[in-house]
């Protein structure tokens, strides 16, 4: 079985501290989400602490902004919320668990997606389904919310996983943007021939995002798809017959040295989202990078700027998107503060929403009640197939076992000479240990 490898650090905490002050905090106005009213101070108990955790790294990570709304929420209440926070890169998921395990963790906290399944079965995760943020999700942002029986996070923004098109490439050599994976096969095909390399690369997102898109399309695409989730949790299914398919594009793409000639799984793993990719792209190296909706910016900075767009992964008869929320954000269930938790909860997921509605980094909507606009039209492709094409789970959190970071090793081990069968048989032997796993895992104490 193949197994993700963890070095926990302790780290140096990165931590913030705000003094009291005695104003009071004044909701916002405007056609903006209001999810709940702040208590008066005579409803909160006095002279209380809270401490919130959460990553800080790059501008996904929503640190900027947690920080702001915590001093102006600490000047306006007698609970007094502490920012605590480290770089994913540093250990953040394995810190987080290691802090909730001692059973005195932190009161309110952002969960990455790959910790997800771990702490649920660990009961690290208050139910959230009482507060009206989650009544507002709407169906997209709802189904990140939920494990099991329990509303696990309010998600603070989404945003998916897209092809993002060098137009100024692909017309140099002659070709239109491709509307599905065999148009999509036929520039890269033309590109390769003529001396170029297609496709950017990097560890994650030219792995996983095209291969997870490629197997599981039928899978979401289908109406029925919900039972079929529950034939895969029993193991009736197996994950390998719909991957194949993703696994079968991925190894055309491998031989034909789509990503570049001489990349093997060391090379391949060496490179991080955003270290190489982008740069191939924006330069015009490649004509398409797979990467997230938030990395927009980063293309947006080069100059000069390429003329370029963002749409859909293609896929047979269309395009896909691979969908997740950027940041969860998560309660306790063994503070000794959730009135208070749960109140700090309200406030922020609903400040954060409209503070970034205003400031123009909604990447996707989150509530069902928003006037949601496009902060980028070059990203208009892409949203028009999460408006009318199929969504993908990135990570589904009602499967008993894994699709991103097992997608990701599995292709790793492609470059390497692993066929698309031996990876969709590995993935069937994966798929059942894991379920097997699911319910014999000891829970902490």
């Known amino acids: 079985m193949i197994k993700r490898s963890y070095n926990i650090f302790f780290a140096v905490l990165v931590l913030c501290i705000w003094s009291l002050s005695g104003c009071h905090h004044s909701p916002g106005s405007g056609n903006e989400v209001n999810i709940a009213e702040p208590m008066s101070k005579s409803q909160l108990s006095q002279g209380k602490t809270l401490t919130f955790f959460a990553p800080v790294e790059g501008k996904s990570s929503g640190a900027v902004s947690y920080r702001r709304l915590i001093d102006r929420y600490n000047k306006s209440h007698e609970v007094h919320v502490v920012f605590e926070g480290i770089a994913t890169a540093d250990g953040y998921n394995e810190y987080l668990e290691e802090r909730l395990k001692t059973g005195k963790g932190d009161d309110i906290f952002i969960v990455n997606e790959d910790s997800v399944k771990t702490l649920a079965h660990n009961g690290h995760f208050y139910d959230l389904s009482s507060l009206e943020a989650f009544e507002?999700?709407?169906?997209?942002?709802?189904?990140?919310?939920?494990?099991?029986?329990?509303?696990?996070?309010?998600?603070?923004?989404?945003?998916?996983?897209?092809?993002?098109?060098?137009?100024?490439v692909l017309a140099g050599y002659g070709l239109e943007a491709p509307d599905n994976l065999e148009e999509f096969k036929s520039c890269c095909t033309e590109i390769k021939?003529?001396?170029?390399?297609?496709?950017?690369?990097?560890?994650?997102?030219?792995?996983?995002?095209?291969?997870i898109a490629g197997g599981l399309y039928k899978l979401y695409g289908a109406p029925d798809f919900q039972n079929q989730l529950e034939l895969l949790n029993s193991g009736e299914a197996l994950i390998g017959d719909y991957m194949v398919e993703g696994f079968k594009a991925f190894q055309t793409a491998v031989e034909n040295g789509w990503y570049g000639d001489g990349v093997d799984g060391d090379i391949a793993d060496a490179l991080r989202a955003g270290e190489q990719d982008i740069s191939d792209f924006v330069s015009g190296r490649t004509a398409f990078y797979f990467g997230p909706l938030e990395y927009i910016p980063l293309v947006e900075e080069a100059n000069p700027q390429p003329d370029y767009h963002?749409?859909?992964?293609?896929?047979?008869?269309?395009?896909?998107?691979?969908?997740?929320?950027?940041?969860?954000?998560?309660?306790?269930?063994?503070?000794?503060?959730?009135?208070?938790?749960?109140?700090?909860?309200?406030?922020?997921?609903?400040?954060?929403?409209?503070?970034?509605?205003?400031?123009?980094?909604?990447?996707?909507?989150?509530?069902?009640?928003?006037?949601?606009?496009?902060?980028?039209?070059?990203?208009?492709?892409?949203?028009?197939?999460?408006?009318?094409?199929?969504?993908?789970?990135?990570?589904?959190?009602?499967?008993?076992?894994?699709?991103?970071?097992?997608?990701?090793?599995?292709?790793?081990?492609?470059?390497?000479?692993?066929?698309?069968?031996?990876?969709?048989?590995?993935?069937?032997?994966?798929?059942?240990?894991?379920?097997?796993?699911?319910?014999?895992?000891?829970?902490y104490p």
């Open 193 to 211: 021939a003529l001396g170029g390399t297609p496709i950017s690369l990097s560890r994650w997102h030219a792995t996983a995002v095209p291969t």
């Open 310 to 443: 963002v749409q859909g992964i293609p896929v047979p008869g269309g395009t896909a998107l691979l969908t997740t929320a950027v940041s969860r954000l998560c309660v306790n269930p063994h503070s000794e503060n959730l009135d208070e938790a749960m109140e700090f909860v309200s406030y922020l997921s609903s400040e954060y929403y409209k503070e970034s509605m205003k400031n123009g980094t909604i990447i996707l909507p989150v509530y069902k009640s928003s006037d949601f606009t496009l902060s980028n039209e070059k990203m208009r492709p892409a949203y028009e197939t999460y408006e009318s094409g199929i969504r993908i789970p990135a990570e589904d959190m009602h499967l008993k076992f894994g699709s991103w970071d097992v997608v990701r090793e599995l292709c790793l081990e492609m470059f390497n000479g692993m066929t698309a069968e031996e990876a969709a048989e590995e993935y069937n032997k994966i798929q059942l240990e894991q379920i097997s796993g699911y319910d014999k895992q000891e829970k």
């Open 136 to 168: 507002k999700l709407n169906d997209s942002a709802r189904e990140e919310a939920v494990i099991g029986d329990t509303v696990y996070c309010i998600p603070m923004n989404m945003t998916a996983y897209a092809l993002f098109v060098n137009m100024d």
